[in-house]
């Protein structure tokens, strides 16, 4: 009856939105409270938690959103993100643009959340896109795939991290072999589905408090130093807070590099930055910049309460208990366990949304059976990953801020967000099961 509960949700949801138009932020509290009140919750409880599932969601996303959104309107309002488009592209060729954009990602995705990359290189990956005269999402989605499968496989990211722990696992492995898995994965969810696309299909329109269409001159656009300098500043902070934290004692320092390298810190350490760098050294005022960073946060809003309402839909969920359910029914399978970590995660992925209480639960409930099994802590702590990576859909966030931020339909987003994070789950289980024959 949970389970029946959330495909009933979903399925309220899409009528709403698609069937009836109904808003998108509106369409998740009424859906939210539905299920809640599905769930055996009372009308009470179902409210508190809705509020709850906003502010958490909101509060956590909020200072990345809002100077991720700055900073990027900074970079394309001042030419500094065609600056780097046309570096890049001069560099790689045409051809070579989407491999060299997903080995970025890739980069960027081992010190960075998920929504932090998101926001810091979507962009960059619209100003690409002019530049070479290629349909968005033909760089987007590989992008995509390689931030998400980073997040989810390879530490020190905190979920893969903690799972490790959780099953014994030692780290360095665990991260060495996740990116092994990874590879293969961001290439067939990435480049490789994005063949299946016609042209067309691969067109979006970028929503304008991120990207600017405009065409800038040479002479107006900044240099490539100072413009990819402003871009990375963000990544800098926060593999320098990852270093320190597995190289430098507890200290002051330490301390200091906690700050600097927290996503929402380091966002807003680097736009008070662009605004020297790309505003008042270009002979821009203050109140220009300022005007510049009420036109992002104005046409981010919208986006911010759709996320908070994804967060709401979640918290629900949770908080009625729906893990221990689907779990308790599962406990007692014979399957493998390392099919069967892969198994519950993605079952609570898909139910729930979040892929760290998914990865984390299947963990903490497989972990004690795990011990005894023989099989290798490091496969196990990865087979949860790649099953809370899969299946994401309405009930979660990261779901809302790829539709948001490519501007794309709920149909458009199942067809190509939702289907690509379920090919890395799939390739990344199959990558461990032969593994699993080895180790």
Known sequence: MAFLAIIIGIILLLILMIGLHVNAFVSLILTSLAVGLMEGMTPVQAMESIQNGLGSSAGSLMLVIIFGAA???????????????????????????QAASVVTAMVVGIAMFFETGVVVLIPLVFSIAAVAEIPALYIG??????????????PPHPAPTAIAGIFGANIGKTMIIGILIAIPAIIIAGPLFTKFFKKEDLEVQAPKAVYSDREFTEQEMPGFGIS?????????????????????????????????????????????????????????????VMNTFANAVSGIAMILL??????????????????KMI???????????????????????????????????AAGILAPIAAKSGISP???????GAGSVGFSQVSDAGFWIVKEYFNMSI?????????????????????ILILGMFM
């Open 228 to 288: 990819i300098l402003t871009a990375v500043l963000p990544i800098i902070f926060i593999f320098i807070k990852t270093i320190a934290d597995f190289s430098l004692p507890k200290s002051s320092l330490l301390t200091f590099t906690d700050f600097i390298g927290e996503p929402g810190a380091a966002l807003m350490i680097t736009f008070v930055v662009s605004v020297y760098t790309l505003g008042i050294r270009k002979g821009k005022s203050i109140k220009d």
């Open 306 to 323: 759709i996320i908070a309402g994804g967060g709401a839909f979640k918290q629900v969920l949770v908080d009625s208990h729906v893990d």
């Open 411 to 431: 149909v458009k987003t199942l067809k190509t967000w939702t289907v690509l994070t379920t090919i890395i789950g799939v390739i990344g289980l199959v990558c």
């Open 71 to 97: 900073i990027g309107k900074m970079l394309t309002d001042t030419g500094a993100a065609q600056r780097i488009a046309t570096t890049m592209v001069d560099t790689f060729g045409r051809k070579h643009v």
């Open 141 to 154: 989605l590989p992008v995509l795939a390689a931030l998400i499968t980073m997040h989810g496989f390879v």
């Open 327 to 361: 779990a308790s029914v599962m406990m007692n399978s014979s399957l493998s366990p390392l099919f069967l970590t892969w198994l519950i995660a993605a079952v609570l992925r898909f139910s729930l949304g979040s892929a760290t209480v998914a990865s984390m639960t």
């Open 378 to 384: 490091e496969l196990l702590a990865l087979a949860a």
